[in-house]
């Protein structure tokens, strides 16, 4: 690159195409998108590069060009999805990188215990679910992600996985249905597997039961974990509840639309969509310690009351630290 | 002794390639390959035709007549002579006459049956990765798949009432080669492809050669059982879309299946790319676990999804917009930006191209 620190006349500066080494495109007639990439480069390689790096700061060519290197990838297909559809790139480039804003500096969360997740091997984090739509899945899913650097591969309600667009997200986001073949398949391969087993009940219930944890389901990620032989991390999640109070429901319309509810919040449906704007509650991610699943017999996870006093155990630790963290907060928007 | 190889199916590309193959293994004495219709071109070298309709019970003399040890069943397929209802009759009764015939000869031994990984069907409340002993959750609505699902059945009584055989079946992922005569090859054909709004099913294919190569140990001795044969890894249809050059059109899952029920009434190829049990893979994919196969089986497919689908891609005529001129533009305006002065980094990662 010496030839490129030259400073001479823009002129000088251009590398001839047929140099770029995966250039030898067969038409040696340039076409009307040869002719858009080159007057795009030139413009700003010459007199807008200056603009550019004032208005964008310094480093934008690296951007840039990262930044074709993903469109490149993303134009040609040529990149990799897990057998679950988990399109690792466009998870860390695009969806995190959405959803990041919101995690700091909207809901400014204040995340705790990551030591509790392990660098590397399968885990399966359970947390309580609140607030009508699963923001508090996706910005679990966040945290994980910045604080621990793992990939957090959650299992979804199967409401998820028939709806368009909604499935498709979801499967390139790293999340599959919610069942005993997927969650185990996942453990074993060494993933980090979060799970809400309040589901429906726990998302969708009434402001009057904020932090009241609803039944853990018929304890089928507890089976999961034994069988696959990890640890459970609870982790208690507090703001969410606030962040569309759900006063009523809408249940002839949920049920006309095959929903399992219909929410009636202090400002939905009555301002529109603007009723969809989550409240600026503050938040709190609390990893709670490992429960080891592994010294267990074998099968274990055939062994009903076993299965049941560990899903009470779990739910019982993340019902209590609900209320230690609660009696710690000051304000909800605080 | 060596061993006397019944191929049915011999009229189509699969059949003819595999009973050459078998044909000229050690220890295979004889190969007799049959099917209803002669096969458009010569049979191989060292494989006998007998001309058999599958619908009748002649199959059983042909099994009499030559002493017939190994039978190797690839008559059930997507695709066939006259309509829907010809190619079921041919499917499902042809099983079961053949499976009648195996029952009544003592000396068949092994019984090798190709099936798909259609008969898990596509559903959105289906795990992600079918091992073989998931049960789906409804047998397939109809279709191929559907008379895959029954002819399964039917080879599952014959196993329970001959134990002495041992059965192989093989659940094929969707097979692709450099000529593909499959019809998720002939929807890859279409110069644009429809696919359902707002779904990016995940698919996953097997090169032909593993195809041939998993039938023939099948055929030669390899623990029986059931496996799924597909190659490693996924690719989403979009992916398939981009690396074939060709554009997509998103319709609303109803608008699909009215393009699909339209296109049925045309003639070949397009006819075939849009049968049901295309649709619903189209949106909703399918992947299956292989480990019965490396493990029992004792095969590792050599072709991943992506090199199968990379050499079908290198053996179909490019679509209207190819990759790689695609990347010409990205690349140029990165190659601009890498001449830039006071630009410390180096030129964007040059990766080999797609193939």
Same mark, same amino acid.
């Given at each position: 690159?010496?030839?490129?620190?030259?400073?001479?006349?823009?002129?000088?500066?251009?590398?001839?195409?047929?140099?770029?080494?995966?250039?030898?495109?067969?038409?040696?007639?340039?076409?009307?998108?040869?002719?858009?990439?080159?007057?795009?480069?030139?413009?700003?390689?010459?007199?807008?590069?200056?603009?550019?790096?004032?208005?964008?700061?310094?480093?934008?060519?690296?951007?840039?060009?990262?930044?074709?290197?993903?469109?490149?990838?993303?134009?040609?297909?040529?990149?990799?999805?897990?057998?679950?559809?988990?399109?690792?790139?466009?998870?860390?480039?695009?969806?995190?990188?959405?959803?990041?804003?919101?995690?700091?500096?909207?809901?400014?969360?204040?995340?705790?215990?990551?030591?509790?997740?392990?660098?590397?091997?399968?885990?399966?984090?359970?947390?309580?679910?609140?607030?009508?739509?699963?923001?508090?899945?996706?910005?679990?899913?966040?945290?994980?992600?910045?604080?621990?650097?793992?990939?957090?591969?959650?299992?979804?309600?199967?409401?998820?996985?028939?709806?368009?667009?909604?499935?498709?997200?979801?499967?390139?986001?790293?999340?599959?249905?919610?069942?005993?073949?997927?969650?185990?398949?996942?453990?074993?391969?060494?993933?980090?597997?979060?799970?809400?087993?309040?589901?429906?009940?726990?998302?969708?219930?009434?402001?009057?039961?904020?932090?009241?944890?609803?039944?853990?389901?018929?304890?089928?990620?507890?089976?999961?974990?034994?069988?696959?032989?990890?640890?459970?991390?609870?982790?208690?999640?507090?703001?969410?509840?606030?962040?569309?109070?759900?006063?009523?429901?809408?249940?002839?319309?949920?049920?006309?639309?095959?929903?399992?509810?219909?929410?009636?919040?202090?400002?939905?449906?009555?301002?529109?969509?603007?009723?969809?704007?989550?409240?600026?509650?503050?938040?709190?991610?609390?990893?709670?310690?490992?429960?080891?699943?592994?010294?267990?017999?074998?099968?274990?996870?055939?062994?009903?009351?076993?299965?049941?006093?560990?899903?009470?155990?779990?739910?019982?630790?993340?019902?209590?630290?609900?209320?230690?963290?609660?009696?710690?907060?000051?304000?909800?928007?605080? | 002794?060596?061993?006397?190889?019944?191929?049915?199916?011999? /009229?189509?590309?699969?059949?003819?390639?595999? @009973?050459?193959?078998? /044909?000229?293994?050690?220890?295979?004495?004889?190969?007799?390959?049959?099917?209803? /219709?002669?096969?458009?071109?010569?049979? %191989?070298?060292?494989?006998?035709?007998?001309?058999?309709? %599958?619908?009748?019970?002649?199959?059983?003399?042909?099994?009499?007549?030559?002493?017939?040890?190994?039978?190797?069943?690839?008559?059930?397929?997507?695709?066939?002579?006259?309509?829907?209802?010809?190619?079921?009759?041919?499917?499902?009764?042809?099983?079961?006459?053949?499976?009648?015939?195996?029952?009544?000869?003592?000396?068949?031994?092994?019984?090798?049956?190709?099936?798909?990984?259609?008969?898990?069907?596509?559903?959105?409340?289906?795990?992600?990765?079918?091992?073989?002993?998931?049960?789906?959750?409804?047998?397939?609505?109809?279709?191929?798949?559907?008379? @895959?699902?029954?002819?399964?059945?039917?080879?599952?009584?014959?196993?329970?009432?001959?134990?002495?055989?041992?059965?192989?079946?093989?659940?094929?992922?969707?097979?692709?080669?450099?000529?593909?005569?499959?019809?998720?090859?002939?929807?890859?054909?279409?110069?644009?492809?429809?696919?359902?709004?707002?779904?990016?099913?995940?698919?996953?294919?097997?090169?032909?050669?593993?195809?041939?190569?998993?039938?023939?140990?099948?055929?030669?001795?390899?623990?029986?059982?059931?496996?799924?044969?597909?190659?490693?890894?996924?690719? $989403?249809?979009?992916?398939? @879309?981009?690396?074939?050059?060709?554009?997509?059109?998103?319709?609303?899952?109803?608008? $699909?299946?009215?393009?699909?029920?339209?296109?049925?009434?045309?003639?070949? %190829? /397009?006819?075939?790319?849009?049968?049901?049990?295309?649709?619903?893979?189209?949106?909703?994919?399918?992947?299956?676990?292989?480990?019965?196969?490396?493990?029992?089986?004792?095969? @590792?497919?050599?072709?991943?999804?992506?090199?199968?689908?990379?050499?079908?891609?290198?053996?179909?005529?490019?679509?209207?917009?190819?990759?790689?001129?695609?990347?010409?533009?990205?690349?140029?305006?990165?190659?601009?930006?890498?001449?830039?002065?006071?630009?410390?980094?180096?030129?964007?990662?040059?990766?080999?191209?797609?193939?």
């Amino acid at each position: 690159m010496t030839a490129a620190r030259e400073p001479a006349d823009p002129a000088a500066k251009v590398i001839p195409i047929e140099s770029a080494p995966s250039w030898n495109g067969p038409d040696p007639r340039p076409g009307l998108a040869d002719r858009i990439a080159d007057s795009l480069g030139t413009a700003l390689a010459g007199q807008f590069g200056a603009a550019a790096t004032r208005v964008l700061g310094k480093g934008w060519e690296e951007r840039a060009t990262n930044g074709l290197g993903f469109l490149r990838r993303r134009l040609t297909g040529d990149y990799e999805v897990d057998d679950f559809g988990f399109d690792r790139e466009l998870t860390e480039e695009v969806f995190l990188a959405l959803l990041r804003p919101l995690a700091e500096k909207y809901f400014r969360i204040d995340v705790r215990g990551t030591e509790h997740i392990p660098a590397e091997g399968g885990v399966l984090i359970v947390a309580n679910h609140s607030g009508t739509i699963p923001l508090d899945a996706l910005m679990t899913q966040v945290a994980v992600h910045d604080h621990a650097d793992r990939h957090l591969r959650m299992l979804a309600a199967d409401l998820v996985f028939v709806l368009p667009v909604v499935n498709e997200l979801a499967r390139k986001a790293g999340h599959t249905l919610a069942c005993n073949e997927d969650a185990q398949t996942l453990l074993e391969r060494g993933e980090v597997v979060g799970v809400w087993p309040e589901g429906f009940k726990g998302i969708g219930k009434p402001f009057a039961d904020r932090y009241k944890l609803q039944r853990f389901g018929r304890g089928g990620f507890v089976a999961s974990a034994l069988r696959a032989g990890v640890p459970i991390v609870p982790c208690s999640i507090v703001g969410a509840e606030e962040t569309y109070p759900m006063i009523g429901n809408f249940k002839t319309l949920a049920r006309l639309l095959g929903l399992p509810y219909v929410p009636i919040t202090p400002t939905f449906p009555w301002l529109g969509p603007l009723g969809a704007i989550p409240l600026p509650t503050k938040w709190t991610i609390q990893f709670g310690e490992p429960i080891p699943t592994d010294s267990y017999p074998k099968d274990a996870a055939e062994d009903p009351m076993l299965v049941f006093n560990l899903t009470d155990q779990v739910r019982e630790t993340i019902q209590h630290t609900l209320y230690k963290l609660l009696v710690q907060r000051r304000s909800v928007f605080g | 002794m060596g061993k006397v190889v019944l191929v049915t199916g011999v /009229a189509r590309p699969l059949g003819a390639r595999f @009973a050459g193959r078998i /044909a000229g293994q050690p220890g295979v004495d004889r190969v007799v390959g049959v099917d209803a /219709a002669p096969p458009p071109s010569d049979l %191989p070298p060292g494989v006998r035709y007998a001309q058999v309709d %599958p619908r009748r019970p002649a199959v059983a003399r042909v099994i009499a007549e030559h002493g017939v040890d190994t039978v190797v069943h690839l008559n059930v397929t997507a695709l066939g002579h006259g309509g829907r209802a010809a190619v079921k009759e041919s499917n499902v009764i042809g099983s079961m006459q053949l499976l009648g015939a195996c029952q009544q000869a003592p000396g068949v031994r092994r019984l090798v049956v190709k099936s798909t990984t259609a008969v898990y069907g596509s559903a959105p409340r289906d795990p992600a990765v079918f091992g073989e002993r998931t049960q789906p959750k409804a047998l397939p609505p109809g279709g191929f798949a559907r008379d @895959a699902a029954e002819v399964e059945g039917y080879v599952r009584g014959f196993a329970r009432r001959r134990p002495d055989v041992d059965v192989t079946v093989l659940r094929f992922a969707n097979i692709l080669g450099p000529d593909g005569d499959t019809p998720l090859a002939a929807y890859f054909r279409l110069p644009v492809l429809p696919t359902a709004f707002g779904h990016d099913p995940r698919l996953q294919f097997v090169h032909e050669d593993d195809a041939l190569e998993v039938l023939r140990l099948a055929a030669l001795g390899a623990a029986p059982g059931t496996y799924n044969v597909a190659g490693d890894g996924v690719l $989403l249809l979009s992916q398939c @879309a981009r690396r074939l050059g060709r554009p997509t059109v998103p319709l609303l899952r109803p608008a $699909l299946g009215l393009v699909g029920r339209l296109a049925r009434q045309l003639s070949a %190829p /397009a006819d075939r790319a849009f049968s049901q049990e295309q649709l619903q893979l189209l949106t909703h994919g399918r992947v299956v676990d292989t480990a019965q196969l490396r493990d029992r089986f004792g095969y @590792a497919p050599r072709w991943t999804t992506a090199e199968a689908f990379a050499d079908f891609v290198a053996h179909t005529s490019a679509g209207p917009l190819p990759p790689e001129r695609l990347t010409a533009v990205t690349d140029r305006v990165a190659a601009r930006l890498a001449g830039m002065p006071g630009d410390h980094h180096p030129t964007p990662h040059q990766e080999t191209r797609p193939r």
